[in-house]
DNA sequence: TTAATAGTGTCTGTAAGACAATATTGC
DNA sequence: GCAATATTGTCTTACAGACACTATTAA
């Protein structure tokens, strides 16, 4: 962004006079959908649980208040994930902003929600300061939708704060879409160093939520990321069950 | 969204008693980024002359603040639209959110902004409170990027307000690639009720600034959209130059 | 040898794009 | 007939998906 030069005497005295006050003010939040593979390479996401009111013992997505005037929207998501998970620097990808009269029944706030991708180890996860717990949650689907789970508890969407359902949801929807021309599912690679195509694959199978064809997802993969050098393939294999397999490394 | 009910009395208490002025809080705005298509079939956006500080002068695009309480932000774009242009019920899609400290020399300034696609024949522009004036500006390109002009008026960059210029880049890289996927094509028909495959083409055209080849979006036409239902074939013709053309209506 | 995983090759259908050819109107 | 536009058809290339097949390792 272009730096703003008062150009004028007048300009100055009318931006020193200037009352911020004068109109009525939301409050705003940055809100993050965490994303995660769990062992069984299954899409997780984080959520805590609300120690305070409203929606108290609901699960959301963690979050909020913008700092103002000391950082912008997208650094106060990014100071969100680092107090939540520890996390520095990763993928952090604005999804949408929430707005609607009544969404927070204390008063107007408006949500930019992020979304962010986040290999399970790099996660060192705490629950803060109005969090009485902080889990993650394996994301399937049933005929009803989408099922929460967590070892034995598995919550529904009524079980949920806010509107964090349908924040969720956009965020599972946009990275489905992504991901077939950004480079998000490298940012879910457990070794960012290096890699393989069964590894890749894995991932985006967690997204898409649904198996993929080895042989054509190899084709894909040579296409879009080899040729293009995206990556790089390295000389080293990786030991397996069966065949070793080739280690490649995102240049990302 | 669903409705939040208070569970306890505790929580009656806790809501009564909450004060929302604890945190500060930031001004939000909902801007616009409203195209359209002008005679010669090219891309416009309606800009306004900014008649207070700061860049007072500039070029920028429309928008005000959100109505803290009576409106949801998506509802204060649609009013900011209307008093602009009189516009109401057309397509307004949510972009971004802009939020960097310092964007605006007043205060910490959020803005969420948003494209309307709007004929040109619907607009009715007034130049609102705090503006001098109100303009459409054909869009072009050349060697240094983005070209706005009005008749004999051409404006750079540097004219414009704040990071609009980013925001306008931003709207139509995303109508670009909206275009081939959505319906958003529809909503700059000059006729909502009848037009021609060559009328909706040249709409493609001036989204995508090239010029396509007749038959093959033909092809795209017919397979997108009158095999879907999305469009339906009438039985009228319209008499142009050449050969009589096929009407089609949209059944959005 | 068998199980397991990696990796290659082939076939089909769909779609994009270039472009030739035909059709129908007004003048 | 000619200009202008609409409309149809053909050819090539690229890519997605299904799937048969081969390769290499550990046990």
């Given at each position: 962004?272009?730096?703003?030069?008062?150009?004028?005497?007048?300009?100055?005295?009318f931006?020193?006079?200037y009352?911020a006050?004068?109109f009525?003010?939301?409050s705003?939040?940055?809100?993050?959908?965490?994303?995660t593979?769990?062992?069984e390479?299954?899409?997780?996401?984080?959520?805590?649980?609300?120690?305070?009111?409203?929606?108290?013992g609901?699960?959301?997505?963690?979050g909020?208040?913008l700092n103002v005037?000391?950082?912008?929207?997208d650094?106060a998501a990014?100071r969100?994930?680092?107090?939540?998970?520890?996390v520095?620097g990763v993928?952090?990808?604005q999804?949408?902003?929430?707005g609607?009269?009544?969404?927070?029944?204390?008063?107007?706030?408006?949500t930019?929600?992020?979304?962010?991708?986040?290999p399970?180890?790099?996660l060192?996860i705490?629950?803060?300061?109005?969090?009485?717990?902080?889990?993650?949650?394996?994301?399937r689907?049933?005929?009803?939708?989408?099922?929460?789970?967590?070892g034995?508890?598995?919550?529904?969407?009524?079980?949920?704060a806010?509107?964090?359902?349908?924040?969720?949801?956009?965020?599972?929807?946009r990275l489905?879409?992504?991901?077939d021309?950004?480079?998000?599912?490298f940012?879910?690679?457990?070794?960012?160093?290096s890699?393989t195509?069964?590894e890749?694959?894995?991932?985006?199978?967690?997204i898409?939520n649904?198996?993929?064809?080895?042989?054509?997802?190899?084709k894909?993969?040579?296409?879009e990321?080899?040729?293009?050098?995206k990556?790089?393939?390295?000389?080293d294999?990786?030991?397996v069950?069966?065949k070793?397999?080739?280690?490649y490394?995102?240049?990302?």
């Amino acid at each position: 962004m272009k730096k703003y030069t008062c150009t004028s005497k007048e300009e100055k005295e009318f931006l020193a006079k200037y009352d911020a006050s004068k109109f009525e003010r939301p409050s705003v939040t940055a809100d993050i959908v965490i994303l995660t593979t769990d062992a069984e390479d299954e899409l997780n996401i984080l959520l805590i649980k609300r120690g305070g009111f409203p929606y108290k013992g609901c699960w959301a997505i963690p979050g909020g208040f913008l700092n103002v005037g000391k950082e912008s929207i997208d650094e106060a998501a990014a100071r969100e994930l680092k107090e939540e998970t520890g996390v520095d620097g990763v993928f952090l990808n604005q999804l949408y902003t929430f707005g609607d009269v009544g969404r927070d029944p204390r008063t107007t706030v408006i949500t930019v929600a992020y979304t962010a991708l986040v290999p399970k180890d790099m996660l060192n996860i705490k629950a803060g300061d109005d969090a009485s717990d902080a889990k993650l949650f394996k994301i399937r689907y049933d005929v009803t939708g989408m099922v929460l789970s967590s070892g034995d508890l598995t919550i529904t969407e009524d079980d949920l704060a806010f509107d964090h359902e349908e924040i969720i949801r956009m965020a599972i929807k946009r990275l489905r879409n992504r991901i077939d021309y950004e480079d998000d599912a490298f940012s879910l690679l457990k070794d960012s160093k290096s890699f393989t195509v069964s590894e890749l694959k894995k991932i985006h199978e967690a997204i898409k939520n649904r198996s993929l064809d080895l042989p054509n997802f190899r084709k894909m993969f040579f296409r879009e990321y080899l040729d293009t050098g995206k990556v790089t393939e390295l000389k080293d294999t990786r030991p397996v069950k069966g065949k070793p397999t080739k280690l490649y490394r995102y240049n990302g």
